[in-house]
């Protein structure tokens, strides 16, 4: 096992829940998976 700080990780984590908390869970992604399409959509109809 890896030995981490742990209080390193907390204000990452605290500085992405208040980015979340603000403008939405859709605001923040992984890395991974920038670039990718996002598979099957509904179509959106006018209002």
Partial sequence: M???D???ESGL???LDAV???FGAGTVTRAAL???GEG???PL???
């Fill in 2 to 4: 890896l030995p981490l």
């Fill in 6 to 8: 742990h209080h390193a």
């Fill in 13 to 15: 984590d605290a500085a």
């Fill in 20 to 22: 979340r908390d603000r």
């Fill in 34 to 36: 920038l670039g990718r």
């Fill in 40 to 42: 099957l959509s509904v």
């Fill in 45 to 47: 109809l006018p209002d």
